[in-house]
């Protein structure tokens, strides 16, 4: 197992100039010996480059690799002593479930009786023990992804196990249990695991810690509760989160701040000041309120939706130039308003955010 | 379009792949079909469009009987998984396509139509290139726009967003959403995932390995699951399911826990009967309120996807996932103790049949 380091920048394109002109943006990260890391992003964003240049089938065009700060740049995935685990299952259908979870340790030499040991243990983690004497090719998808699954985690030897989507083949119902196991598999085993994905509920209940990619940019790393509570660049605030954050625009006032075209008080005297902004407030953070509440605005109820364990109401706020929609997720106990009805909303509060060009500035 | 099934079947061999079943699509509304893969959508779909024929019963459609009528003589429209256009016309040959074929539009109600949809789905200034310069999302909004230019009566999508990422399926949904409550056509749409067919809202069935198990409107049907493979089918998390037995005073779960409900008096029975509780992750609480249970146990195992924090508990009654609003911490193996309102829980019986639904015990009560 390693520390990875990477400080590079990766173009497909000799003398890059502009960003488009990168696949990856000078970037620097750590992954620290035992962690569990989630990369981020829509597709395009760069996630899977970036996790190529992790296992060296990629060399980036700029920078450098580090495992335990010897520099493996030029190394191949072999050399580096990587194991992956990709979208579709990777198995030999001839060989028995067993055999497909050794064969990585057969290939290293593993004395015989640690294999049987290990991959005792892998099948057990992963639900597998039942079906050890029985030939891959038979099973079902979801069986076999989870014997590719075990044939990354097997070996104790290597760096990291890199992920890349490996549970879009499995429904709804199995993930739920597959990504269970991969959270005590990480827990039992302290593998350095980084996992590739564009399902942000995969990658926030797997990882410590998630890399927000778009457009071959990281634009935040952090906890689970950090990208939703304090995403620190708009694109997280909306790619986070189901819906994603709202936004409206505010301007500063020597009053206070206009939302939607109405002059609330300013959280912060530097708000005030500032002739444009972008309030941020995620559809859990905003609340039914009477009206003329501080801090809320009116809205106009265009849709109210029983999404079974909550209600998803969305409201429009503002006329002309002001105009924008505003969600609210409110419980299942709360009354709910009905279309049509006038409604005031919260949306200045502890929760909210606020950004200038993207970034989080208050 | 009213599309009734009556007593269809499908067998392929000596397998069945769907088992006789009774359908009246509500017209001019979304249908979800809701299941598992295996569950038997796609064979249901190509058994509407005419794709197939099925080994028996039959399929009409606004009165008539079309059983075994092929697609090509029914006004059908198809999405599926896969982006499928023609790869050598451009994105607006592709959405006049199917009006082109009919050859009952001018040129200029053509391209008026390709103009409209190109706008409602976002593609405008994709017109003229082709599918393959187009990014995955872009292609798959022109295979919508193609079923949906020719305004078919009936139109079926196929798990149309699963090849899409997160945050681009959630934003061609709400548009698809607004498309389809204009009401032109009647939309069957098969998905693996409940809370896709609860953001549809419409009508849902829910499939389970080749039957058909209950249809209805979606939000009832989430709500008063028929049985517990509807419950299991139709909860994302899954739902937290309690060995139980009836006693004359409540129902009894493990360790004596007892929960003060009152079974339908047709239902109860003096004996050990064998009965199934079923917790929604969402009615499980941190704090307390009047009339909860208590569950005290340990922290196993805590997720939190932002909006919620699913954390999972090993209590006497078993190991429950309670799903809690926002983000809050856990240390793993630290005791919690979970709450829960007993008229908040599903009752279903030894054969698996709901007994009592979420604020039912209530109405029973006052009888």
Known sequence: MARIELDLAHAYRANPQRDEDYALLPLKMCFEDGGAYALLGPSGCGKTTLLNIVSGLVTPSQGHVTYDGRDVTGLSPQQRNIAQVFQFPVIYDTMTVAENLAFPLRNRGVPEERIRQRVGQVAEMLDL?????????????????????????????????????????????????????????????????????????????????????????????????????????????????????????????????????????????????????????????????????????????????????????????????????????????????????????????????????????? | MELMLRRVEQKVGAATHLYALDLVLVPRAVTVLLGATQAGKTTLMRLMAGLDAPSAGRVVADGQDVTGLPVRQRNVAMVYQQFINYPSMTVAENIASPLR????????????????????????????????????????????????????????????????????????????????????????YATTEPTEALLLGGYTAVMDAGELLQYGATAEVFHRPQSIRVARAFSDPPLNLVEARAAADGIVLPTDLKLPLPLPASRTTTGFQALTVGIRASALRVQRRDRDLSLPGSVELAEISGSDTFVHVGTPIGELVAQLPGVHQFTLGAPVTLYLDPAQVYVFDARGDLLLAPGEAAALKAH
């Not at chain 1, 006032?253 to 972008?278: K, M, N, Q, V």
């Open chain 1, 129 to 362: 023990s039942g079906q050890l004497g029985m030939r891959a090719a038979g099973l079902a998808a979801d069986a076999k992804q989870k014997i590719s699954l075990g044939r990354g985690l097997v070996r104790e030897d290597v760096s990291a196990v890199l992920f890349d989507e490996p549970l879009t083949v499995i429904d709804p119902h199995l993930k739920w249990q597959l990504r269970r196991k991969l959270k005590q598999i990480h827990h039992e085993l302290k593998l350095t695991l980084i996992y590739v994905t564009h399902d942000q509920v995969e990658a926030l209940t797997f990882a410590q810690q998630v890399m927000v990619m778009t457009r071959g940019r990281a634009v935040q790393v952090g906890t689970a509760s950090e990208l939703f509570e304090r995403p620190s660049h708009t694109f997280v605030g909306h790619f986070i989160g189901s819906p994603g954050m709202n936004f409206l625009q505010g301007r500063g006032h020597a009053g206070g701040i206009e939302i939607a075209g109405r002059l609330l008080a300013a959280p912060t005297e530097s708000l005030a000041r500032l002739p444009d902004f972008t309030l941020g407030v995620r559809p859990e953070h905003v609340q039914l309120v009477a009206a003329d509440t501080a801090g809320a605005i009116p809205g106009v109820i265009m849709q109210a939706q029983d999404i079974g364990t909550s209600w998803l109401v969305t409201a429009r706020v503002g006329s002309g130039l002001n105009e924008s929609l505003l969600r609210a997720r409110l419980g299942a106990e709360q009354a709910i308003p009905r279309v049509g009805d006038t409604q005031w909303l919260s949306v200045v509060g502890e929760h909210t955010c606020y950004y200038v060009n993207e970034e989080l500035i208050a």
């Open chain 2, 101 to 188: 074929l009919r050859g009952t539009h001018s040129p200029a109600e053509i391209e008026a139509r390709v103009a409209e949809l190109a706008g409602k789905l976002h593609i405008e200034s994709f017109l003229q290139r082709l599918p393959a310069e187009l990014s995955g999302g872009q292609q798959q909004r022109v295979a919508l726009a193609r079923a949906l230019a020719k305004k078919a009566p009936l139109m079926l999508l196929d798990e149309p967003l699963v090849n899409l990422d997160y945050k681009l399926r959630e934003e061609l949904r709400e548009e698809l959403s607004a498309l389809f409550a204009s009401g032109e056509s009647t939309v069957v």
